[in-house]
């Protein structure tokens, strides 16, 4: 069973507007979420982070909202770019175990069109 | 500063066949973890060691693979026997801390024919 989801397998997005990627996740001892972004043949390079005490946490063009309560959070884009174009990856770990407890979501794969 | 590198980048090999993943981490990191995505799903977690030490290996999906990381440095993940279901892109990643944000190599593609 899939503890963090991202029930989006693909976004589209015109240049200039807002992308928004969402992620749900189950287990409620999850205090520290990640967005990591991977584009082909590279791997995950990590974006931004939040930690369960805050609600939103943003730098530069990219802002992370949680929402606890409903356990979800989500990933803003703007503007968007078509740089952006990429694999999106949410993950979660509770910050009282290590990093290799962070899980993965399935990824949203981002097409920014020019 | 080099990142985390990995070789090779693809390998294909038959079923049956026996296949030996590298990654070099990044220079002073202790924590090394080996991560798997099959099939476009989510990436999974195989194991971690910290310097020489298998700090974790509850991710390891049976006993046809064996991770080693000997003097602390590089490490290898080695198949043998492959089988089809082991076909997916295997990451490495590395960090100062256990607590800190790791750094992923490029990965390298595994298909298993």
């Known amino acids: 069973d899939q503890q963090v989801k991202q029930n989006s397998p693909s976004l589209s997005v015109q240049e200039g507007r807002i992308s928004i990627l969402n992620c749900d996740y189950t287990?409620?001892?999850?205090?520290?979420f990640l967005w990591y972004k991977k584009y082909p043949a590279e791997g995950p390079t990590f974006l931004i982070s939040?930690?369960?005490?805050?609600d939103k946490n943003e730098d530069g063009r990219f802002t992370v909202f949680l929402n606890k309560s409903a356990k979800h959070l989500s990933l803003h884009i703007v503007p968007s770019q078509p740089g952006d174009s990429a694999v999106y990856f949410c993950?979660?770990?509770?910050?009282?175990?290590?990093?290799?407890?962070?899980?993965f979501g399935p990824g949203t794969s981002l097409s920014v069109i020019p | 500063e080099a990142g985390v590198t990995q070789f090779p980048s693809h390998s294909v090999i038959e079923k049956g066949q026996t296949v030996t993943l590298r990654c070099d981490p990044i220079s002073g990191h202790d924590n090394l973890y080996w991560y798997r995505r099959v099939m476009g799903k989510e990436i999974k977690f195989l194991l971690h060691?910290?310097?020489?030490?298998?700090?974790?290996e509850s991710g390891m999906p049976n006993n046809r693979f064996l991770a080693e990381r000997t003097g602390g440095t590089y490490s290898t993940l080695k198949v043998q026997p492959a089988e089809l279901e082991d076909s997916g892109v295997y990451f490495c990643a590395s960090s100062w801390t256990e607590d800190t944000e790791a750094f992923f190599g490029q990965g390298t593609r595994l298909t298993v024919v």
């Open positions: 993950a979660a770990r509770d910050q009282k175990t290590s990093y290799d407890k962070v899980i």
């Open positions: 939040i930690s369960s005490i805050k």
């Open positions: 287990n409620s001892m999850f205090d520290y």
């Open positions: 060691f910290v310097k020489e030490s298998k700090q974790d």
